[in-house]
């Protein structure tokens, strides 16, 4: 008698009283939070651009393909690659969680385009090599610092007449339209022959290569990743003249999107992934990754 008055009364009155408990202080509510979250995208204000790149699923990413190591359209499996693209895809991660760097829309931008590209919404963001300065300020607005070269003269190995800068006047000595290597030659070095000018920098080494000019110039930085596919014949002058902080266009006013990327930039700077970039791409010239510039979140 008494264990069958158990079993219809007390058994289900403690069941009843167990899973209330398990239901937390509430009261008994029906809450059903699982044990384990799983994390899905980060989550962004509505009308930010890391939100409309989100909804959009692709960030276009303006950036060099002809650029060995820091932007390159890899003729053998079609893959851009790159320091450069390495920080896009930090960024695209930072956006879209641990998938993003296959939510790349690759665009080629050139020296000369990239204020436009970013000012016209072609691309969401320029990491290309980019000195941030006052003129592109004026159209554009950067993130970054995140790598900071010098202008610097790539000569073949046979060359012994070009020592510097200084040593320029009446050689030919190709650049970039739309570049600061171009209107800082021309401000250090005003006696040499600039006529021959491409829209990339591969163009230049290959004229240096056949003798139509006697040096490149350019960041030393983008000439040691073209050194590092040729270095029997080509070499560095090593004497950088201009400093050149790499800056991530962003659309001018976007506010809240540049201090986005500043903060992806010093999270990656802390906690190792800029590091990993750079060894794995521009770390192949022998250059040791620098200590990371800090960003520069200007007014
Ligand atoms: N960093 C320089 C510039 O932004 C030269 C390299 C380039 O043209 O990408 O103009």
New binding site residues.
């Given amino acids: 008698m008494k264990t069958r008055w158990f079993r219809r009364f007390l058994l289900p009155v403690l069941a009843i009283a167990m899973v209330a408990a398990s239901c937390g202080d509430d009261g008994g509510s029906t809450s059903t939070t699982p044990a384990t979250t799983v994390a899905g995208p980060p989550q962004f204000a509505v009308g930010t651009t890391m939100a409309t790149i989100q909804a959009r699923g692709k960030m276009i990413l303006g950036t060099?393909f002809d650029?060995p190591l820091f932007g390159l359209k890899n003729p053998t499996n079609n893959q851009v690659e790159g320091f450069d693209v390495e920080i896009g895809k930090i960024i695209a991660r930072a956006i879209f969680g641990a998938d993003g760097a296959s939510k790349i829309d690759y665009q080629e931008t050139?020296?000369k385009v990239?204020e436009d590209a970013v000012k016209d919404g072609k691309v969401d963001i320029v990491v290309?090599?980019?000195?941030i300065?006052d003129a592109?300020k004026q159209i554009i607005d950067f993130a970054g610092p995140y790598y900071v070269?010098g202008?610097d003269i790539l000569v073949k190995k046979t060359n012994t007449t070009i020592t510097g800068v200084e040593s320029l006047a009446g050689k030919k000595v190709c650049?970039?339209q739309?570049?600061?290597?171009?209107t800082n030659i021309q401000a250090k070095a005003p006696q040499a022959d600039v006529s021959i000018t491409f829209d990339k920098?591969s163009l230049c080494v290959e004229a240096l290569k056949d003798g139509r000019v006697d040096a490149v110039t350019?960041?030393n930085i983008?000439l040691l990743g073209f050194i590092n596919d040729d270095p029997t014949n080509l070499k560095l002058v090593n004497k950088p003249f201009t400093t050149?902080p790499?800056g991530i266009g962003v659309k001018k006013g976007d506010t809240a999107f540049r201090a986005f990327v500043n903060d992806t930039l010093e999270k990656a700077y802390a906690d190792g992934s800029w590091k990993k970039a750079w060894d794995a791409t521009a770390g192949k010239t022998g250059q040791a990754a620098p200590t990371p510039p800090p960003v520069n979140r200007y007014a």
């Fill in positions: 060099k650029q050139t020296s990239r290309a090599t980019y000195t300065n592109r070269a202008q650049t970039v739309g570049s600061t290597s171009l920098y350019t960041d983008i050149e790499y």
